[in-house]
């Protein structure tokens, strides 16, 4: 199989994306993903980057200044965690208040 030289490390980087695994600092540009198999299963995160903390905070502001209580703590605990550095654990705070946003308004 022939393949451009530009695509060698696009495919090095969907393999760390596939395998769930990157190496140790390194922020994977693609999109996020993540996934949980149950409710004790952890979420996995490929990314952890400030822009996806921010492009999280903006869909979650989009539903307007009254939020729930919940969905409102866990908001601003995501968004303090992302400006302190700790990027990964605010990105799960912020994935849960958008779930129990979208259950309290059922979209």
Not at 9 to 30: D, E, K, N, Q, Y
Not at 53 to 63: F, H, K, S, V
Request: glycine share 8%; hydrophobic share 40%.
């Amino acid at each position: 199989m022939n393949m451009h030289p530009a695509m060698a490390p696009a495919i090095v980087v969907m393999s760390f994306c596939l395998c769930g695994a990157a190496p140790v600092g390194t922020s994977i540009g693609a999109e996020i993903v993540t996934t949980r198999d149950g409710p004790d299963k952890p979420v996995i995160i490929t990314s952890d980057t400030k822009a996806y903390c921010n492009r999280l905070l903006n869909i979650i502001d989009a539903y307007g200044p009254a939020l729930p209580q919940d969905v409102d703590n866990l908001r601003t605990q995501g968004e303090d965690m992302c400006r302190e550095g700790r990027i990964r654990s605010g990105i799960v705070r912020l994935r849960r208040a958008l779930v129990e946003l979208k259950e309290t308004t059922h979209s």
